[in-house]
């Protein structure tokens, strides 16, 4: 059995994707251990409703060194799931290969700091995309810039707004987050 350890900022939708395709087999052997919150959310609300082990660890300087302190050695992935916080180098490169983030954009495009939420769906429709999507990656040190794992896109159309758009990366985010841990956790093609 995988134990993974899911961090969070949100209202955890993808936290409860994660929790439902682990019930349903979509992600094989694996189970959460923990789930961290840098800040009072509904995630957190979420890993207490199903009767995860959760904490929160107030976002800010010791953030890292403190998620360091309670992460259970055997973890065999970290998963970021609307998680705000910036890691240290120090902990990306103790964990390095078994961190992963959901970026809501294809990178490279619309990442690095500033990059997150609305502000990404915003830039999309200034810049007058064609396209917009999801991107599942591995976390260095680097904001956003790990190798991808898995992305997938979709037509942004004239009647796009930031809103509209969230919504459509959410449904693929939904789609391709399970694949992605499968995949590192198992180590199974997709
Ligand atoms: C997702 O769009 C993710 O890409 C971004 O934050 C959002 C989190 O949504 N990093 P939720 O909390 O999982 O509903």
Request: aromatic share 6%.
């Amino acid at each position: 059995m995988k134990n993974i350890v899911v961090l969070v900022s949100g209202s955890g939708t993808n936290l409860q994707r994660i929790i439902d395709t682990i019930e349903n087999g979509e992600i094989r052997d694996a189970e959460i251990s923990l789930v961290v919150a840098d800040r009072e959310c509904y995630g957190l609300e979420r890993a207490k409703n199903q009767h995860i082990e959760h904490l929160l660890i107030p976002r800010g300087r010791n953030f890292s060194s403190e998620l360091g302190r309670v992460i259970p050695e055997n973890t065999d992935l970290i998963v970021l799931a609307g998680f705000l916080s910036i890691l240290k180098p120090e902990f990306c490169e103790k964990w390095n290969g078994k961190i992963i983030n959901i970026h809501p954009a294809l990178l490279p495009k619309f990442g690095g700091k500033g990059m997150w939420g609305h502000h990404v769906h915003h830039a999309v429709i200034e810049a007058g995309e064609k396209e917009s999507g999801a991107t599942v990656h591995f976390v260095t040190s680097g904001i956003d810039e790990g190798e991808a794992i898995l992305q997938k896109s979709f037509t942004v159309t004239q009647d796009d707004t930031p809103e509209t758009l969230a919504e459509k990366v959410h449904l693929i985010e939904y789609e391709i987050f399970p694949k992605a841990i499968n995949k590192v956790l198992n180590n199974v093609s997709i």
